[in-house]
T-cell receptor, first 114, second 115 residues
Framework: AQSVAQPEDQVNVAEGNPLTVKCTYS??????LFWYVQYPNRGLQFLLK??????LVKGSYGFEAEFNKSQTSFHLKKPSALVSDSALYFC????????????FGAGTRLTVKP | ETGVTQTPRHLVMGMTNKKSLKCEQH?????MYWYKQSAKKPLELMFV???????ENNSVPSRFSPECPNSSHLFLHLHTLQPEDSALYLC??????????????FGPGTRLTVL
């Protein structure tokens, strides 16, 4: 089965600094990768996805992610963090072995401090 | 908002109660999903409906019973739950389940507490 791993439970960043939320994947074929964000008391919101093409994918709210095939990574980045970016972030991958279901990581809690 | 609504937002129930969670999507999608979200764990896919037919049941106990009367509505009927079933239950929808590049759209969830 395909899977993703988010190695950090928690990431703390000062406002205005760049942020990175890490994700690595394991797939048997071409990876279709997604990032979602969950604000308090909300469901998951789609941020961006990599299907094919440019390795740098741009998404909502100024976020971007870099697909790195050699390192099997899809890290989420933002050049300048905002306090309002504080939320739970999930990486996900399509699971070719299981009906193309979406497989989610355990999530990384991002806290941006003023 | 994502176009997916869920009611109730919070539910407290005893182990002998029967209750139902409701989900409605206003996006014209033809696939709907139930997920269970527990703290510090990956989302667990419970059920998948495509074109109103249940296409997946990921070893979910029978005390959870889904229903999809049409492509816009999804229910999760709860009966004789256990305290370990306490979690956030998320509904999601997507267009064409088999189209692998489609993202899913999530509702705000129902926070369930089983006493």
């Amino acid at each position: 089965a395909q899977s993703v791993a988010q190695p950090e439970d928690q990431v703390n960043v000062a406002e205005g600094n760049p942020l990175t939320v890490k994700c690595t994947y394991s797939v048997s074929g071409n990876p279709y990768l997604f990032w979602y964000v969950q604000y308090p008391n909300r469901g998951l919101q789609f941020l961006l996805k990599y299907i094919t093409g440019d390795n740098l994918v741009k998404g909502s709210y100024g976020f971007e992610a870099e697909f790195n095939k050699s390192q099997t990574s899809f890290h989420l980045k933002k050049p300048s963090a905002l306090v309002s970016d504080s939320a739970l972030y999930f990486c996900a991958v399509r699971d070719w072995d299981n009906n193309n279901d979406m497989r989610f990581g355990a999530g990384t809690r991002l806290t941006v401090k003023p | 908002e994502t176009g997916v609504t869920q009611t109730p937002r919070h539910l407290v129930m005893g182990m002998t109660n029967k209750k139902s969670l409701k989900c409605e999507q206003h996006l014209g999608h033809n696939a709907m999903y139930w997920y269970k979200q527990s703290a510090k764990k990956p989302l667990e896919l419970m059920f998948v409906y495509s074109l109103e037919e249940r296409v997946e049941n990921n070893s979910v106990p029978s005390r959870f019973s889904p229903e999809c009367p049409n492509s816009s509505h999804l229910f999760l009927h709860l009966h004789t739950l256990q305290p370990e079933d306490s979690a956030l239950y998320l509904c999601a929808s997507s267009q064409d389940r088999r189209t692998t590049y489609n993202e899913q759209f999530f509702g705000p969830g129902t926070r369930l507490t089983v006493l």
